[in-house]
C-alpha cells in the first residue's frame, strides 16, 4: 500500500454571496475528489465533507497516497500484414510505429484480436507524486464550479465568484507548491476578521479545524449551525418563549457568520397589534433575526440578531440590532391601521380596474366566478353554500391592500385579519386565507370545510382559465403556475376525502369562460391533473405499476381513485396477486386480436368443458358476491373476492382452447373471459402488475 498523508485545500475569498456558499463549497469538494479519482491517486474519504464560512473554502481529507500507482499504457499498432512485408522486414508502417514509442520495432511486443495479430507498444513508467499533480488538481476543480457571474479584480484575466486572497495547500506537514487565481499557496491561514486579525499558522491537516477554532471560527458549517440554534434557545428561554427557527433562516445566518453569538433584542409591544406574519418577514427576511413565540405560538415583543462577533458591548449591538427594525415595524403598522380605516369591503372596489388575465378579464371576473363555482360545490361537500360565496366574493379583496403592497407573500392572511376587523363570521375570514393553501411544496392544505371549498374553487378556475387562454406549460415556462395549481387541487380533493366529480366541476369551470369566447380542453386538463398525481404518490411510495393500473381507468372522482389504489396496493400482496395479473393481460390481448363479435355473456349450453363450465360458474359466483362492494367503492373486498378465482383461471387456460374452430364456441369463450375481465376492470387495470 502506498504511503498516505493528509491533504487540506483552503481557499481564502472575500465573502462569498450567502445563498450560493453551500453549493460552491460542495462542488469544490467534490471536484477535489473527482480530479484525484481521475489520476487514480487513492484516498480515505472517512467522514470528510465539505467545509467553508463566507471567507473560505476547504477540502480536508484525512488520508491521500503520497503518489501515483504505476502507470501502464497499451498502444496498438499495424496487423502483421502490413507492418512486414514478404522478408519479414519492417515496413515504413511499423518503423513509423516504433519510432513514435520510442523504441526499436524488434522491442514491440504482439497480440491478437478478431482481425488477427498485431503489433502492441506496452510501457509501464512510475506515478506522479502527488504534491506535482494537486495544482492541477485544485485549478480542474475550481474551473469546474458553478458560479453564474464570475467576478473579475486587478487586471487579470481570471475571475471567481469573489476574489480571492490567500491559498493554503498542506500535504502532510508540506507545502505543496501552487499557484491559483493570482495567490501562491502558504501553510497561513487567516483567522475571523474582527476577532482575530491575524495570520494562523497551520502546522499540518489535522491542525486546521482546530487552529480556526482558537482563531474564533468555526470552519464546520454543522458545528456553527448547532451553536447558532443552541445559542438562540437559550436567549429565547430566557425571554420566557421559545424561538422560530425555519431551515431557510438558520442556513442563511450560518453561511453569514464564522463566530456566531446570539443577542436577545425586543420591541415596542404595539407592534404586536400588527398582523404576526408581517413582522415574522421582516425579521427573517430582511434582517435574518429569530422571532420568539410565547407557549401559544403566539409572537412575542423579544427577537434574536446573531452577531458574527461576541461583543464586548452587546448593548450597543442590541440597540443596533433594534434601531434597524423600527422603521420596517413602523410601516407596516401604518400600512395596517390605514388598511382598517379603509376596510375589506372598499377594497374590492378597485379589483374591477386590475387586469387578471387579457384574455380572462379583470381580477373582479375572477372573483365572481370563483364565487359561483365555490357556491356550487360547499353542498357538495357539507360547506355552507352562502359562506361559501361570500368567503370568495372578498377572497381576493386584500390584493387592493398597503399591506400585501408591501408585503406579497401575505395575501389571504391580510384579508383573514381585515375580515375579522370587518367583523366577519370566523369561518370565512379563515377561508380567505386558507384558499392559498397549499402555498409551497410540503405545505398543509386547508383545514377547514370553507377553506377546503375556496380553495378547491380557485384552483379550478385558475386551471380553466390557464388552458383556456392557451397558457399551458411547455417546459420550465408555467406563468400561471398551473402544475402548482393542479397539484394543490388534486391534494385537497384527495386529502379531504371529497368524492367530486371532476370532470363535472372542470366542465362548470369552463363554462365561466362562455361570455368571453374562449374554452379549455377539458379532457386535456383533466389529463394534465392525472399527470401531477404521478410525481404525487411516487413520493409516497406507491409503484408506478400501481398508478398506471388506475391511471388507465380515469375515473372522475380523485378520491375514488386514491381508493383504488390502495385497494391495488393490498392486493398486489396477495400470492395469487401475480398470476392474476398475467392471466388478465393475456385475455385483454386475447380480445383485442378477437376477429368475431363477442356476446354480452356466455351461453350455458356452449360449455363443452369442464374447466370452462368452473370458470364460468366461479365466475358467477364472484359477480354476485361482488356487486354490492364494488357499489360501495369497496375495491378491497372486490379484488381479495376475485383473487379466489386464480383455481379455475388456470385450470381454464391449461385445459381449454379459447380460439376453438367452431366459431359459436370461440365467441362464448371469450365472452366468459370478458366478463372476467370487465370486473377486474371495474377496479383497475391490473395488467399493468404483471412484469
Not at 475550481?142 to 486572497?165: C, N, Q, S, T
Not at 470552519?219 to 420566557?240: P, S
Not at 440578531?305 to 434597524?324: F, H, L, P, T
Not at 385483454?588 to 360449455?607: F, Q, S, V, Y
Request: overall charge negative; proline content about 5%.
Amino acid at each position: 500500500m502506498s504511503e498516505q498523508k493528509s491533504l487540506l485545500i483552503e481557499l481564502g475569498t472575500e465573502e462569498l454571496p450567502v445563498k450560493a456558499l453551500p453549493g460552491l463549497a460542495q462542488a469544490f469538494f467534490d471536484g477535489v475528489i473527482t480530479a484525484l479519482e481521475k489520476r487514480g491517486v487513492g484516498f480515505q474519504r472517512g467522514d470528510a465533507k465539505p467545509l467553508y464560512t463566507p471567507r473560505r473554502l476547504a477540502v480536508l481529507l484525512p488520508a491521500v497516497d503520497v503518489e501515483q500507482p504505476e502507470q501502464k499504457s497499451e498502444v496498438l499498432g499495424p496487423y502483421l500484414n502490413i507492418a512486414l512485408d514478404a522478408n519479414g522486414e519492417p515496413t515504413k508502417a511499423l518503423q513509423g510505429f516504433a519510432s513514435k514509442a520510442g523504441i526499436d520495432w524488434q522491442q514491440l511486443e504482439r497480440t491478437t484480436d478478431g482481425k488477427g495479430e498485431r503489433f502492441v507498444h506496452r510501457a509501464t513508467k512510475p506515478g506522479a507524486r502527488t504534491a506535482e499533480l494537486l495544482p492541477e488538481v485544485i485549478s480542474e476543480a475550481l474551473a469546474g464550479m458553478p458560479i453564474p457571474k464570475p467576478m473579475r479584480w486587478g487586471d487579470h484575466d481570471y475571475a471567481f465568484a469573489r476574489p480571492v486572497h490567500w491559498l493554503v495547500v498542506l500535504l502532510g506537514k508540506d507545502v505543496v507548491d501552487a499557484g491559483v487565481l493570482g495567490v501562491r499557496s502558504d501553510r497561513m491561514s487567516r483567522g475571523h476578521r474582527f476577532e482575530h486579525d491575524k495570520p494562523v499558522w497551520i502546522g499540518n491537516p489535522g491542525e486546521y479545524v482546530d487552529a480556526l477554532r482558537a482563531s474564533k471560527v468555526l470552519v464546520d458549517a454543522e458545528e456553527r449551525r448547532a451553536r447558532v440554534v443552541a445559542e438562540v434557545q437559550q436567549a429565547a428561554a430566557k425571554a420566557g418563549g421559545s424561538a422560530r427557527i425555519t431551515d431557510d433562516n438558520l442556513e442563511q445566518v450560518v453561511c453569514l457568520t464564522e463566530w456566531p453569538s446570539a443577542v436577545l433584542c425586543s420591541f415596542e409591544v404595539a407592534f404586536l397589534a400588527v398582523p404576526q406574519e408581517a413582522l415574522i418577514e421582516t425579521m427573517e427576511i430582511n434582517q435574518k433575526f429569530f422571532p420568539v413565540l410565547n407557549d401559544g405560538g403566539k409572537l412575542t415583543e423579544h427577537f434574536i440578531g446573531i452577531a458574527n462577533i461576541e461583543s464586548q458591548n452587546v448593548a450597543e449591538v442590541r440597540k443596533g440590532y433594534e434601531r434597524v427594525i423600527r422603521p420596517r415595524f413602523s410601516d407596516a403598522k401604518f400600512f395596517f391601521d390605514e388598511d382598517l380605516k379603509q376596510g375589506l369591503v372598499a377594497m374590492g372596489d378597485g379589483l374591477k380596474t386590475v387586469t387578471y388575465q387579457a384574455k380572462l378579464g379583470s381580477v373582479a371576473d375572477k372573483v365572481a366566478r370563483v364565487a359561483a363555482l365555490a357556491e356550487h360545490i360547499a353542498p357538495l361537500v357539507g360547506a355552507d353554500a352562502a359562506q361559501a360565496r361570500r368567503a370568495a366574493e372578498l377572497s381576493k379583496n386584500d390584493l387592493q391592500s398597503r399591506m400585501v403592497n408591501e408585503f406579497p407573500e401575505l395575501q389571504g392572511i391580510a384579508g383573514r385579519h381585515y375580515a375579522k376587523a370587518a367583523g366577519e363570521d370566523s369561518g370565512i375570514a379563515l377561508a380567505i386565507d386558507e384558499a392559498y393553501q397549499p402555498r409551497f411544496a410540503g405545505d398543509d392544505i386547508a383545514l377547514s370545510p370553507l377553506g377546503k371549498v375556496l380553495a378547491i374553487a380557485e384552483r379550478l378556475d385558475t386551471l380553466a382559465g390557464g388552458f383556456a387562454a392557451g397558457l399551458k406549460p411547455t417546459g420550465n415556462k408555467d406563468p400561471f403556475a398551473l402544475r402548482r395549481n393542479a397539484l394543490g387541487l388534486a391534494r385537497t380533493i384527495i386529502e379531504s376525502g371529497f368524492n367530486l366529480d371532476l370532470r363535472a366541476l372542470l366542465a362548470r369551470a369552463n363554462a365561466g369562460f362562455a361570455e368571453r369566447n374562449v374554452q379549455a380542453d377539458a379532457s386535456e386538463l383533466f389529463d394534465f391533473i392525472l399527470d401531477r398525481l404521478r410525481g404525487y404518490y411516487t413520493d409516497k411510495g406507491v409503484p408506478a405499476t400501481h398508478f398506471n393500473a388506475v391511471a388507465e381507468l380515469k375515473p372522475a372522482s380523485l378520491y375514488d381513485f386514491d381508493t383504488r389504489l390502495d385497494a391495488i396496493g393490498t392486493f398486489a400482496t396477495l400470492p395469487e396477486a401475480e398470476a392474476l395479473a398475467a392471466a388478465n393481460k393475456r385475455i385483454n390481448n386475447i380480445l383485442k386480436k378477437a376477429d368475431i363479435a363477442i356476446p354480452a355473456g356466455e351461453d350455458r349450453a356452449l360449455l363443452s368443458e369442464p374447466a370452462e363450465s368452473a370458470l364460468a360458474e366461479a365466475v358467477e359466483a364472484a359477480l354476485g358476491d361482488t356487486d354490492e362492494a364494488l357499489h360501495k367503492h369497496d375495491y378491497v373486498r372486490v379484488l381479495n373476492r376475485l383473487a379466489l378465482l386464480r383455481p379455475q383461471v388456470d385450470a381454464f387456460f391449461d385445459n381449454v382452447m379459447v380460439n376453438a374452430e367452431d366459431p359459436a364456441i370461440r365467441a362464448n369463450r371469450l365472452a366468459l373471459l370478458k366478463r372476467l375481465a370487465d370486473r377486474f376492470r371495474a377496479v383497475a387495470a391490473i395488467e399493468h402488475l404483471s412484469a
